[in-house]
């Protein structure tokens, strides 16, 4: 999923999101690692996957939000 828009994490579930972010998360690991070692060839995919993540949370923040307000106005 490199490189997708905010408009389209919109249209995931919650668990879709999660699970997206944790793979990113193991994905910067091994990237960690490689960088190490250097085998690492794409120095770019770092950025590009810790702004993912910042895509999936900016999402998971506005929903809770909504929800929040939701909650309080009902």
Known sequence: MKGMKASDLRTRTDDELADEVETLGKEIFNLRFQRASGQLEN????????????????????????????????
Do not use: S
Not at 48 to 72: D, H, N, P, S
């Open 43 to 74: 120095t770019a995919r770092f950025r590009q996957a810790r702004r993912q993540i910042a895509r999936i949370k900016t999402v998971q923040g506005e929903r809770r939000r909504l929800a929040r307000q939701g909650a309080t106005h009902a």
